[in-house]
């Protein structure tokens, strides 16, 4: 009797130790709802992506959007808001300015995109929303732990276990630092103020390419002519176009990525919202790949995604072949002149295709 009086505390004792061992085995599933979303993207570390212009345009800023970038570097890079809407606003015939921002990121993350546009569609509302092209991976993105949660997903039927894996395995990780965050905040960070005030847009001044010194004038003189084939630029949804001619398709390259897009084509029906991918500008000066051809993204037909591809011979058209290497930073990241160059471009494009619902 002694020997079990003395064993009931140690049991008692093992079932509260394995209590808390099952509580945080199944945080990540039950907890997040208890976490503050809007200080998470506070927090998040700054080599992933400016989530605090996140959390400023998700839960400050209020008002309508026409037009949303979300995606990886290229499409940050690439993407300067304030010329989009400028280009636009001359390009309609009342002068009126659309809305733009550019919620982009470092490195290809497309469930951190559907978060981000999700999260994005909670508090506002946009008329037409662009994705960057998917690349080959099939792993979540390393700053996907900050926002996510599995009670915004609206099925799990599809998701690869791979990948769910994963995010439970990181989100196990991070979970104590949200949750001591959430009663004490410690380790906020603060956007920087050239981020806000170009409205998400990452610069980068100077060419880094083989090609000496950036070259002056080039951002006053900038060609904004997509020759005589805009609408070449802009492949509609529906049947695959046979490729060859220049034109490369991209077809969803895994079960990660068709998982994704039927998130964001379902998203998109239900607020009433455009989706368009866009293949950003590449560098083939010295590059042992070419990047003359259009590209077109093709998931699955019923999604009705759109996609938009200026050749380098079409954005490039008045430029010297060699000169085109002065807009680019590095082979796939314009500079400054490259982005001023593409959202111009861009802007035409989407005036063309009758995207912009700005009168």
Known sequence: MKLFRKGAPFRSSLRVKLGLVLTYALSPLFLPPL???????????????????????????????????????????????????????????DGIHPKVLNLCHNWNG????????????????????????????????????????????????????????????????IMPRLLINRLVPLDEQYVEQEIVDRQGHQRRKRSTMESGPHPEGYP??????????????????????????????????NDWQAYICDLIAAKARKHNVTVVFVDTPKSSYKS???????????????????????????LFSAVPRNDSRHYFHDYRHVNESGSLLFSRSLAAVIHHCKLDPTP
Request: aromatic fraction near 12%.
């Open 110 to 173: 497309p469930m951190l995109d559907y978060m981000i546009f999700a999260e994005f569609l909670k508090h506002r509302s946009c008329d037409v929303a662009y994705f960057s092209l998917p690349d080959q991976s099939n792993r979540p993105h390393s700053a996907l732990k900050y926002v996510f949660r599995w009670q915004d997903l609206p099925t799990t039927s599809g998701l690869p276990v791979r990948g769910a894996l994963q995010i439970y395995g990181e989100q196990l990780l």
């Open 35 to 93: 976490t503050d979303r809007e200080a998470n993207y506070a927090i998040a570390e700054p080599r992933f992506g400016p989530f605090q212009w996140y959390r400023q345009a998700l839960f400050e800023e209020t008002g309508h959007v026409d037009h949303v970038f979300i995606g990886s570097s290229g499409l940050w890079d690439a993407v300067e808001p304030l010329a989009v809407e400028d280009a636009l606003g001359k390009l309609n015939p």
């Open 220 to 253: 006053a003189g900038l060609p904004i002519t997509l020759a005589e084939r805009p609408m070449h630029s802009f492949l509609q949804p529906g049947p695959v176009p046979a490729e060859g001619h220049g034109l490369r398709i991209v077809p969803t390259q």
């Open 288 to 314: 042992e790949q070419e990047y003359q051809e259009q590209v077109v993204f093709a998931p699955d037909p019923k999604h009705g995604f759109k996609t938009i591809s200026i050749p380098e011979e079409v």
